[in-house]
């Protein structure tokens, strides 16, 4: 089982709605290796945001198991949940969720405050930056930054706690054409280095950069 740091047997999600109910993922299965590069694709409100809540632990599944390195997650209470975030998920976002009155540096330095005993990270986050292109961008504000680099630093601060997964939806929804492809090729490069990487694309190129695609449609993975 350890060399899966993902194991979904049969996850489901559904949302109460008024009278109704609306299951937005129906029994999905899915095991993630180590290292791996894997892209999820499907049409707008197949449920793929919505896989990406239940792995990254920001939901719990209504049904179903999930397993966070062979740690089952419908076990744990809130606490537990936020503390296994911030040691082991990086997340990365369309709209790459900065905090505008910081700098880089501190943007980069939030998940250690969600640490039980926040010690010096400083090295740690500038290597994040480094590995990312942006080791001359330290003390800028995101609003000094294009959006390609806005990104950048999101996906160094989902680095620098050296996650067990990183988690990309849409990472390239806000970017053009040529930033976007720049962004992915980044995803590759990490992926050769061995971080284990999720990433919901609806760009159709998205297949050359990585081993394993899986379509959903309805809330299934077909
Ligand atoms: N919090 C919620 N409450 C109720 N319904 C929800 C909620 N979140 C998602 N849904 C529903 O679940 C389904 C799947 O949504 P989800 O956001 O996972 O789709 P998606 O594949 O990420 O779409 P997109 O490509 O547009 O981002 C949709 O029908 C959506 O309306
Ligand atoms: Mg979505």
């Known amino acids: 089982m350890d060399e899966y740091v993902v194991v979904a047997e049969e996850i489901s999600k559904s949302y109460q709605m008024g009278f109704g109910t609306v299951t937005a993922l129906k029994e999905v299965s899915l095991k993630i290796k180590r290292g791996e590069l894997l892209a999820i694709m499907g049409p707008s409100g197949s449920g793929k945001s919505t896989l990406m809540h239940l792995l990254g632990c920001l939901d719990k599944a209504s049904s179903g198991h999930y397993y966070l390195q ?3 997650i419908s076990l744990l209470d809130d606490n537990a949940l936020s503390l296994l975030r911030a ?18 540096l501190e943007n980069v330095e ?14 740690a986050i500038v290597t994040a930056l480094e590995r990312v292109g942006l080791g001359h961008r330290l003390h800028h504000l995101p609003r ?26 849409e990472p390239t929804g806000n970017l053009d054409y040529e930033t976007g492809r720049s962004i992915l ?38």
């Open 70 to 72: 062979g740690e089952d």
């Open 87 to 104: 040691t082991y998920i990086g997340f990365v976002f369309q709209s790459f969720h900065l905090i505008p009155q910081l700098t880089v």
């Open 110 to 123: 939030i998940p250690f405050l969600y640490r039980p005993n926040p010690s010096s990270h400083h090295a």
């Open 144 to 169: 000094e930054l294009s959006g390609g680099e806005m990104q950048r630093v999101a996906i160094a601060r989902a680095l620098a706690i050296n996650p067990l997964l990183i988690l990309a939806d």
């Open 185 to 222: 090729a980044l995803f590759e490069e990490l992926h050769q280095q061995g971080v284990t990487i999720i990433l919901v694309t609806h760009d159709p190129n998205v297949g050359k950069h990585c081993q394993r695609i899986i379509n959903m449609r309805d809330g299934k993975i077909v």
